[in-house]
T-cell receptor
Framework: DQQVKQNSPSLSVQEGRISILNCDYT??????FLWYKKYPAEGPTFLIS?????DKNEDGRFTVFLNKSAKHLSLHIVPSQPGDSAVYFC???????????FGAGTRLFVKA | NAGVMQNPRHLVRRRGQEARLRCSPM?????VYWYRQLPEEGLKFMVY????????ESGMPKERFSAEFPKEGPSILRIQQVVRGDSAAYFC????????????FGPGTRLTVT
């Protein structure tokens, strides 16, 4: 049962342009949604989160949008930089259980 | 470095042996989570522990896998009688009490079963 889905395995973007990573979910009980970034041979690094009662959260170049009616969220990176090239995981969290459910990830390539 | 520490970083075991993976949480964090990542897949939740307590082990295989977080020392994920399908990257995360939405991950242990 895939409660969190990232349907694009990879995305390629030119440096300086916007990167948009998408995520869909099926579990209406998630209280928080999180985005993590992962480089090879390293653990995931927390990027940004959004509470289920919000529709937008912004932190520097990173903005996450949540559309609860569509059960969809997206991460926008503006402007994209080569150092942003990594795998990005979307995750949902039910704070009642603290079990974080991850999507399969999207590999972002930012070309210089 | 006050981050989450995991050791060993790489572990090779033959089929039937035991694997012990260690995780030291960030200073001040009392909650530990273990995840497994199979090749080309996302991270799968295994178990959530507080000191001396298993809170949620719904992601743990019913046999051969166990986890503990003793009062003193690191959290241990133990896999008995390993099989080839156990080969994966195992990640530990920690969080402050009551802040499961703020999990910090260690670098992972890559287990290879030959």
């Amino acid at each position: 049962d895939q409660q969190v889905k990232q349907n694009s395995p990879s995305l390629s973007v030119q440096e300086g342009r916007i990167s948009i990573l998408n995520c869909d979910y099926t579990n209406s009980m998630f209280d928080y949604f999180l985005w993590y970034k992962k480089y090879p041979a390293e653990g995931p690094t927390f990027l940004i989160s959004i509470s289920s009662i919000k529709d937008k959260n912004e932190d520097g170049r990173f903005t996450v949008f949540l559309n609860k009616s569509a059960k969809h969220l997206s991460l926008h990176i503006v402007p994209s930089q080569p150092g942003d090239s990594a795998v990005y995981f979307c995750a949902g969290l039910n704070t009642g259980g603290f079990k974080t459910i991850f999507g399969a990830g999207t590999r972002l390539f930012v070309k210089a | 470095n006050a981050g989450v520490m995991q050791n060993p970083r790489h572990l090779v075991r033959r089929r039937g042996q035991e694997a012990r993976l260690r995780c030291s949480p960030m200073k001040g964090h009392s909650h530990v989570y273990w995840y497994r990542q199979l090749p080309e897949e996302g991270l799968k939740f295994m178990v959530y522990l507080q000191k001396e307590n298993i809170i949620d082990e719904s992601g743990m295989p019913k046999e051969r896998f166990s986890a503990e977080f003793p009062k003193e020392g690191p959290s241990i994920l133990r896999i008995q009688q390993v099989v080839r399908g156990d080969s994966a990257a195992y990640f530990c995360a920690s969080s402050p009490a009551g802040q499961g939405y703020e999990q910090y991950f260690g670098p992972g242990t890559r287990l290879t079963v030959t």
